[in-house]
């Protein structure tokens, strides 16, 4: 009795930890821990009424790029990647002053095996954090006594770039929500 229980307990543990499973088979990408690694952070997921790959993917682009300047964008993957878009008018996390905050989306069109279209919209918003980020270096292991390196070599950045730290604090859902509306609304009208 002891083993089924602890059986069942397993099983239960790996169908958490893999996601939720629909009513196809299929895995939801942005759900579950290995859900993440699709499209970063997770995101809101949804069918998209199109059977048309090529086509929901060119409208996908079009619809992100109203709302964010892409940076990247593969097709073979199904992956649209969108540049930090500034805010200035978030809330703050401090009563004077602020940090910096931006957004950073991504959208994933997924071919299912059944011939459905999902797309997933991921929008965090981030804050610019005061932690230096340091350079790790390559050849921590040298094979002599002598540093070939100075340490400003080894830790500094180059750039003030290089010195900002992002820091996700939330999914802003409501976007995600609002840009998967309009893909929806402009596949149904195209008959895409």
Request: aromatic residues 4%.
């Amino acid at each position: 009795m002891a083993r089924q229980t602890i059986t069942i307990a397993l099983i239960t543990a790996a169908a958490l930890l893999a996601g939720c499973v629909d009513r196809e088979g299929a895995t939801q990408p942005a759900s579950g821990l290995f859900g993440t690694l699709l499209v970063p952070a997770g995101g809101t997921s949804r069918r998209l009424p199109a059977g048309n790959y090529p086509a929901a993917f060119s409208q996908a682009r079009a619809i992100m790029g109203q709302y964010f300047a892409i940076s990247s964008v593969d097709q073979d993957n199904g992956l649209i990647k969108c540049l930090p878009k500034r805010l200035d008018n978030a809330p703050s996390d401090r009563l004077i002053g602020g940090s910096p905050t931006r957004q950073v989306a991504t959208m994933k069109i997924v071919r299912r095996s059944s011939g459905r279209i999902d797309a997933i919209c991921s929008v965090q918003l981030q804050r610019q954090s005061s932690a230096i980020l340091r350079q790790q270096s390559l050849l921590d292991e040298t094979y002599d006594s002598v540093p070939d390196q100075t340490p400003g070599e080894v830790e500094a950045a180059t750039t003030p770039d290089q010195n900002d730290a992002w820091e996700t604090y939330r999914s802003d859902q409501a976007l995600e929500n609002k840009i998967l509306n309009d893909l929806e609304q402009v596949l149904r009208a195209g008959g895409a």
